[in-house]
């Protein structure tokens, strides 16, 4: 087996893990449990569900989600295997905290590259 196809492999694996974006206002944590993960708004925050694509470089690339984020500062985005709940699967730190003055809707198109 090549290097890139090692490294697809690992990235079909990790994104099989989990299907829903979030985001969070300070770090998650270390384990399944969300600390510090958006609430509140009207409508309500929500873990949005991605649809992954799968190349054949050793990355993936989810569908766009939207999430309606509250008024806020947002550097974290989080992988989750479920909508709601304990069910964190990763995390990053984003390149450019998403920062909302007023409530609104944020589009976020997820991905993964493994080298």
Known sequence: ???LTTA???TNDYTALGNYI????GPPGNSSTV???????????TRQATTWTAHTNGSATGSQVT????????????MCS????NTMVDWCILSTPITNSAQGPVTITPAVSVT
């Open 35 to 45: 600390l510090n993960e958006a609430t509140g708004g009207t409508p309500a925050y």
């Open 82 to 85: 479920a909508s709601s709940g």
């Open 22 to 25: 979030g985001v969070c206002t």
């Open 1 to 3: 087996m090549n290097q």
């Open 8 to 10: 697809q492999n690992i």
């Open 67 to 78: 999430l309606n984020l509250p008024a806020g500062t947002y550097p974290y985005m989080i």
